[in-house]
């Protein structure tokens, strides 16, 4: 980690939100550099779409539990969400972003526009294809995402699947939207977008809670919810696309260059998000097979696992993956990649240890009501913990990718991925079925005696569904973990062939390690004094000490993100 003394006398800090803002870093000639407060930008659209994503499934968690209801549910959602990471964001990101900000960045923007419609073109047609391909085959594709259904439970989610799929192609032009719009520096509209379509959610979920809907019927309701929520984002964004005035007319024209290049990084990067979209299919197959409510717990506990990597990984990675494509000198896509990386790290160790320590109490306090009990809580929490142990990798393997991608290098990605799916689903495979033999029951680990009795799923699972959650969800967590760390090591050494400036991620985050331990430490002493108290109160308390002690800690050791965060405090508390 670097300190004041090697980063130079030129660099300065301020602060804009949660993240740290820098001056004279990665910018030519000490100007401020556009993407820190664009990450900025990012973050705070992100959050404003975690949270009312966190209320989503605070109320879905409520409605439905850990039920069938869910479990059909969440395995539907797999659809569009299988579709919008392979057409949209991710591969936006990947191939269309870099070509189309680099034309910006060269004054060619009439050539820019005709890229953009033509990819606008290309994507609607592909989309409503695969689209219509998935509403008319909803029930072998259900086999598919959850071979373990059966009776109700299928059909319900063969019913879903029908009614999701018909929303993909909303949520596809909605990612696309999001390509152009970052790529002209306007990045809070496109990531508070999905505001509109967590929030059309919540209020099918308020209107099931107020008439007491029957699960599966709230289901249904929900997934056209989805649908109506999808149009919201889409129009709110391409009204935005519309004002930039960029020249941006659809048209099927893919012979032009640009367009052409597109197309050929488009391959390696949808087979990359194919490949990580593979491995969610992975673990929801896998989980199928384990006792009712697997799905759905593995579900919640992505909901926060993925929270602080959006807002403190994809946040700066999105910001600078623009400015990273028009940089035109290694060295200097080398220096913003180990800011990136310093930047996002800071967080994601923090958050790591947050949920490690604190995470029944967090669980507790965003889903602890309705059919969602203690037992509940505490087995989401363990999934939770598991994932957290792969944090800080996955945050750092966001930044790389970005740097690989700012680079025309899209293949190596997708080769790592798929390595990184066979690690995760291997271990995931050895441990799930064992641990599916633990269970919670009055807020107590049993089933030690079972643990090594034989290697398969359970008898008679569904069967056993109500009667106390299982851990086996927590061996898929485990896997995901270990591999992200391969994956995070392996995307810094590719990078490095290049850009020999480009840290490992191991030499960024070992400093962080006192600060950490003091965090964990804090936050295990916080709790018997908190446990009285209501999960909502005792959460944000434990969060605040272990907090503070990692600030203080990590100040004093010379890091210079908690020096510029207690400095954003200093002048807080000065108002």
Same mark, same amino acid.
């Given at each position: 980690?670097?300190?004041?003394?090697?980063?130079?006398?030129?660099?300065?800090?301020?602060?804009?939100?949660?993240?740290?803002?820098?001056?004279?870093?990665?910018?030519?000639?000490?100007?401020?550099?556009?993407?820190?407060?664009?990450?900025?930008?990012?973050?705070?659209?992100?959050?404003?779409?975690?949270?009312?994503?966190?209320?989503?499934?605070?109320?879905?968690?409520?409605?439905?539990?850990?039920?069938?209801?869910?479990?059909?549910?969440?395995?539907?959602?797999?659809?569009?969400?299988?579709?919008?990471?392979?057409?949209?964001?991710?591969?936006?990101?990947?191939?269309?972003?870099?070509?189309?900000?680099?034309?910006?960045?060269?004054?060619?923007?009439?050539?820019?526009?005709?890229?953009?419609?033509?990819?606008?073109?290309?994507?609607?047609?592909?989309?409503?294809?695969?689209?219509?391909?998935?509403?008319?085959?909803?029930?072998?594709?259900?086999?598919?995402?959850?071979?373990?259904?059966?009776?109700?439970?299928?059909?319900?989610?063969?019913?879903?699947?029908?009614?999701?799929?018909?929303?993909?192609?909303?949520?596809?032009?909605?990612?696309?939207?999001?390509?152009?719009?970052?790529?002209?520096?306007?990045?809070?509209?496109?990531?508070?977008?999905?505001?509109?379509?967590?929030?059309?959610?919540?209020?099918?979920?308020?209107?099931?809670?107020?008439?007491?809907?029957?699960?599966?019927?709230?289901?249904?309701?929900?997934?056209?919810?989805?649908?109506?929520?999808?149009?919201?984002?889409?129009?709110?964004?391409?009204?935005?696309?519309?004002?930039?005035?960029?020249?941006?007319?659809?048209?099927?024209?893919?012979?032009?260059?640009?367009?052409?290049?597109?197309?050929?990084?488009?391959?390696?990067?949808?087979?990359?998000?194919?490949?990580?979209?593979?491995?969610?299919?992975?673990?929801?197959?896998? *989980?199928?097979?384990?006792?009712?409510?697997?799905?759905?717990?593995?579900?919640?506990?992505?909901?926060?696992?993925?929270?602080?990597?959006?807002?403190?990984?994809?946040?700066?990675?999105?910001?600078?993956?623009?400015?990273?494509?028009?940089?035109?000198?290694?060295?200097?896509?080398?220096?913003?990649?180990?800011?990136?990386?310093?930047?996002?790290?800071?967080?994601?160790?923090?958050?790591?240890?947050?949920?490690?320590?604190?995470?029944?109490?967090?669980?507790?306090?965003?889903?602890?009501?309705?059919?969602?009990?203690?037992?509940?809580?505490?087995?989401?929490?363990?999934?939770?913990?598991?994932?957290?142990?792969?944090?800080?990798?996955?945050?750092?393997?966001?930044?790389?990718?970005?740097?690989?991608?700012?680079?025309?290098?899209?293949?190596?990605?997708?080769?790592?991925?798929?390595?990184?799916?066979?690690?995760?689903?291997?271990?995931?495979?050895?441990?799930?079925?064992?641990?599916?033999?633990?269970?919670?029951?009055?807020?107590?680990?049993?089933?030690?005696?079972?643990?090594?009795?034989?290697?398969?799923?359970?008898?008679?699972?569904?069967?056993?569904?109500?009667?106390?959650?299982?851990?086996?969800?927590?061996?898929?967590?485990?896997?995901?973990?270990?591999?992200?760390?391969?994956?995070?090591?392996?995307?810094?050494?590719?990078?490095?062939?290049?850009?020999?400036?480009?840290?490992?991620?191991?030499?960024?985050?070992?400093?962080?390690?006192?600060?950490?331990?003091?965090?964990?430490?804090? *936050?295990?002493?916080?709790?018997?004094?908190?446990?009285?108290?209501?999960?909502?109160?005792?959460?944000?308390?434990?969060?605040?000490?272990?907090?503070?002690?990692?600030?203080?800690?990590?100040?004093?050791?010379?890091?210079?993100?908690?020096?510029?965060?207690?400095?954003?405090?200093?002048?807080?508390?000065?108002?």
């Amino acid at each position: 980690m670097a300190t004041k003394a090697t980063e130079g006398a030129g660099s300065r800090r301020r602060a804009t939100g949660s993240l740290v803002v820098m001056e004279g870093e990665g910018a030519p000639g000490g100007a401020p550099d556009p993407s820190a407060r664009a990450s900025a930008v990012v973050a705070g659209g992100i959050l404003l779409s975690r949270l009312t994503g966190l209320v989503r499934e605070s109320l879905l968690r409520g409605v439905l539990g850990l039920g069938p209801a869910a479990d059909a549910f969440a395995a539907a959602l797999r659809i569009p969400n299988l579709l919008q990471n392979l057409l949209g964001e991710g591969s936006l990101s990947a191939a269309f972003i870099p070509v189309y900000s680099r034309l910006l960045g060269e004054g060619r923007q009439e050539e820019a526009g005709r890229v953009a419609g033509a990819v606008a073109g290309l994507l609607t047609a592909l989309a409503g294809g695969l689209a219509t391909v998935g509403i008319l085959a909803a029930r072998p594709l259900a086999r598919l995402l959850a071979p373990g259904f059966e009776g109700a439970r299928m059909e319900l989610t063969v019913d879903l699947i029908r009614v999701t799929t018909a929303g993909v192609g909303l949520l596809v032009l909605a990612a696309w939207c999001l390509g152009v719009l970052n790529s002209h520096r306007r990045f809070f509209l496109s990531y508070v977008a999905p505001v509109l379509w967590n929030g059309a959610q919540v209020a099918v979920l308020a209107a099931a809670i107020l008439g007491d809907w029957e699960p599966a019927n709230t289901a249904r309701s929900l997934a056209w919810g989805l649908v109506a929520g999808g149009l919201l984002q889409f129009g709110i964004q391409a009204i935005g696309v519309r004002r930039l005035r960029a020249g941006i007319r659809p048209s099927a024209a893919w012979r032009l260059p640009g367009v052409v290049e597109v197309i050929r990084r488009s391959g390696p990067a949808v087979l990359g998000r194919g490949v990580l979209q593979l491995s969610a299919y992975l673990d929801l197959v896998l *989980a199928s097979l384990l006792v009712t409510g697997a799905v759905a717990g593995l579900m919640s506990a992505q909901v926060l696992y993925v929270l602080p990597v959006s807002l403190f990984a994809l946040s700066v990675a999105a910001a600078e993956l623009p400015e990273m494509s028009r940089h035109p000198d290694g060295a200097g896509v080398a220096q913003r990649g180990r800011t990136a990386m310093r930047r996002t790290s800071f967080f994601l160790v923090f958050s790591s240890v947050a949920y490690l320590v604190l995470g029944d109490l967090i669980v507790g306090a965003l889903f602890g009501w309705g059919a969602f009990d203690g037992d509940d809580a505490i087995a989401v929490w363990l999934v939770l913990g598991a994932y957290a142990l792969g944090l800080p990798a996955l945050g750092a393997s966001r930044i790389c990718q970005s740097v690989l991608y700012s680079r025309g290098d899209t293949t190596g990605p997708a080769r790592i991925a798929a390595l990184r799916m066979a690690v995760a689903g291997g271990i995931g495979l050895a441990v799930m079925f064992p641990l599916d033999r633990l269970s919670i029951v009055n807020g107590s680990l049993v089933g030690w005696d079972d643990l090594f009795e034989g290697w398969g799923p359970l008898d008679g699972a569904v069967e056993q569904a109500t009667a106390a959650p299982h851990l086996g969800a927590v061996g898929l967590a485990i896997g995901s973990a270990g591999a992200a760390w391969l994956e995070s090591a392996l995307l810094a050494r590719r990078g490095r062939r290049t850009l020999h400036d480009l840290p490992m991620p191991v030499t960024v985050l070992a400093p962080l390690f006192p600060a950490a331990l003091a965090a964990a430490l804090v *936050a295990i002493a916080t709790r018997p004094l908190v446990a009285g108290l209501p999960d909502l109160m005792a959460a944000p308390l434990g969060l605040v000490a272990a907090g503070g002690a990692y600030l203080l800690v990590a100040w004093r050791t010379g890091i210079e993100e908690a020096a510029s965060a207690a400095g954003i405090l200093r002048r807080l508390v000065g108002r």
